[in-house]
């Protein structure tokens, strides 16, 4: 199937989309995000460097709360799942 016709299955589990597929819709989803709604590009990029040193971080996915953590850091009134909250 085309990139033309292939159309989002808004029913499908992880294992039944194509990686290559998902990171894009990740990346376009974060894109799209709408800015009155992000953080600063600062404090995004200091809430993620957090999440990077983190041991709960796995996969992109943060263990605690199952977020994708690029997701939650991005977005105003968000913190992060620990108990002792890293931002």
């Known amino acids: 199937m ?6 989002q299955c ?3 589990l ?4 194509d990686e290559n597929d998902f ?3 990740m990346r376009s989803h974060i894109a799209a995000y709408p800015e009155d709604k992000r ?3 600062e404090e995004y990029h ?3 460097a957090f999440c990077k040193g983190c041991d709960k971080l796995v996969d992109g996915m943060c263990v605690l ?3 994708y953590v690029e997701l939650r850091a991005l977005k105003i009134g ?8 890293k931002w």
């Open 14 to 17: 992880l294992e039944d989309m």
């Open 39 to 41: 953080v600063s590009e």
């Open 65 to 67: 709360c199952g977020c």
């Open 78 to 85: 968000m913190r992060c799942a620990d108990i002792d909250k």
């Open 10 to 12: 808004r029913k499908c």
């Open 2 to 7: 085309s990139d033309i016709t292939k159309v």
């Open 23 to 25: 990171l894009r819709d």
């Open 46 to 48: 200091q809430r993620l």
